[in-house]
């Protein structure tokens, strides 16, 4: 049985016992100074509070207050549990237990009772609603970010393969090892990626790799400096999360016209994790700016956004030559 399912139940169980228990603990069914009749009287009246409790949560409250018709939710329960208050009464009268003026005994309580019931209702099917509304908006992010996931595979293959490529062209003896590492990355990216959340160090090992696959590609025509700074890299993080900036510093930070040069630094705190990626890039027209937030990064916000709300810092600015970007994560609480 699943935990929202078992809520449910005991949602259910409480509520009833409030609406058995409150008419009887006002109006004991085991008094001895009190007639059988009488007696019935309770057992009718707690019925009927039990059928205007699932009758207000499920009729009332979506066709009132759901559409925000509170003055007629307040009439509806009002007149039903005046009603309700007079039918045992009635029965009774009709019995021939009782005379038609004690109908009305007791009809104060037994609309309080009323609308004690029906506001336990009320919140009831609003504890239900959030529930669900909760739900659905977890699986709604479930969805999205698997789809935001997905997306990252065949991005990281056409950039890849573009490295293959390049390196069949100048028929380079390092296409063999650069397979070998490709071969690496993808089992990095189709297993261990895979799991909600991955340790930082496999992250900078998938990192390595990508980096290693690229100087393959560029050799000394493209300046790489990877930094990673002593630490504990031990944090848990979404796995995937820091090589969108890394392969939009080699998309557009090789193609410069001299010296294109990329710096990759890592460093993490007791909370944090902290990465900054700088590359020379060509003027920096309206264009280029577009063209620098492709898919990688798009798709990163987003998921940003969804795993760490109020905890990520993504910033990127282009200061001369150079466009910098950077990204912070707390990890922990």
């Known amino acids: 049985m699943s935990r929202r399912k ?17 008419p009887i603990f006002i109006m004991p069914l085991k008094d001895t100074d009190k007639p059988n009749y009488l007696q019935w009287h309770t057992i009718i009246f707690t019925a009927l509070q039990t059928v205007g409790f699932y009758f207000s949560a ?15 939710y307040v009439l509806a329960i009002l007149g039903i549990s005046f009603f309700f208050a007079l039918v045992p009464g ?10 038609w003026y004690a109908i009305f005994a007791g009809i104060v309580v037994k609309i309080f009772i009323g609308l004690f019931v029906f506001g336990t209702a009320t919140s009831y099917r609003f504890m239900v609603d959030v529930m669900q509304t909760e739900r659905l908006q977890k699986e709604t ?8 996931r997905s997306q990252v595979s065949p991005h990281f293959m056409f950039n890849a393969l573009n490295s293959m490529v390049s390196l069949a062209r100048k028929k380079s003896d390092l296409l063999e090892p650069a397979l070998l590492k490709m071969s690496n990355l993808m089992h990095y990216m189709l297993y ?7 340790s930082l160090h496999k992250e ?9 696959l690229q100087t393959m590609r560029f050799g000394d ?23 969108p ?14 010296e294109p040069e990329i710096n990759i630094e890592l460093a993490v705190a007791e909370k944090e994790v902290s990465l900054s990626v700088s590359n020379k890039t060509i003027a920096y027209t309206a264009q280029v700016a577009d063209k620098t937030k492709g898919i990688g990064l798009t798709n990163l916000e987003r998921r940003l956004k969804i795993l760490y709300p109020g905890k990520h810092q993504l910033a990127a600015q282009k200061e001369g030559n150079w466009f910098h970007a950077s990204l912070k994560i707390v990890t922990h609480d």
């Open 90 to 99: 009635c029965i009774m009268v009709i019995a021939g237990e009782l005379p």
């Open 204 to 212: 900078v090992e998938y990192i390595r790799s990508y980096i290693d």
């Open 221 to 243: 025509s493209v300046k790489i400096l990877f930094m990673v700074q002593p630490g504990n890299y031990s944090h848990i993080i979404e796995p995937m999360l820091l090589i």
């Open 192 to 198: 261990d990626s895979d799991e909600e959340k991955v």
């Open 141 to 148: 992010l479930t969805m999205e970010l698997s789809f935001l």
């Open 58 to 72: 499920y009729v009332l409250y979506p066709r009132f207050l759901l559409k925000k018709r509170v003055a007629a």
């Open 245 to 258: 900036l890394i392969e939009n510093a080699f998309k557009h930070g090789v193609n410069v016209a001299e």
């Open 6 to 22: 078992l809520v449910y139940i005991l949602l259910h169980i409480l509520c009833t016992a409030l609406i058995v228990m409150v």
